[in-house]
């Protein structure tokens, strides 16, 4: 469900986006291998319901059109653990494998979650626009534990420079790399205050 009544607001849209569940919501992990395009020009109709709820909107930048990239250093990891809560029928414990996805704009064990969009198809000499949307926190669950203690109980209690800052600034600095080789014209924008780089 949105929380916003509209998509009239480009850099919402985008940091909504981030997040799993909502309109337009970019996949939960980068697993794509082509770019995505999305339209915030258009209703989002809710499936169930068939009802609209998140109008389109108007006077965006390049009519509400954005390209989701695929993060080209993905990589699948395959770990394996010991899983004591299962047992076979002697008491031994079971050897599990779990996989996560490694890449630039994502680490999954971590619990960190980076997109980069831009307004073209590819980032080429046609790119006006780029941002980096980086996802913060889900709600507190199961499935969101890496995340939690591993970084928002760490930050809190210690004042720690936590994992995902450390991942963040990663992403950042080799989206800006890219951006500088194949679009230099172009603006670079990041999630929360869009931070905008001028002459790099």
Known sequence: MSNLENFNNLYANLAESAYNDRPNNFPELSNMRKEQKIDFSKHYVNKKTKLVETKGGTHLPNNGIVYLQPDKTLENKTEYYIDYSDTDFFGNPQAKKKNSQKGLLTDEKAGFNAYFVTDSPTLSQETKQTYLAIRGSDGFGLNTLNDWVGNDV??????AYIPQAKLANQALVGKIKDIKRAAPQCDTRCDGAFFRY???
Not at 154 to 159: M, S, V
């Open 154 to 159: 760490n930050f809190a209690l210690t004042n």
């Open 198 to 200: 001028h002459g790099l």
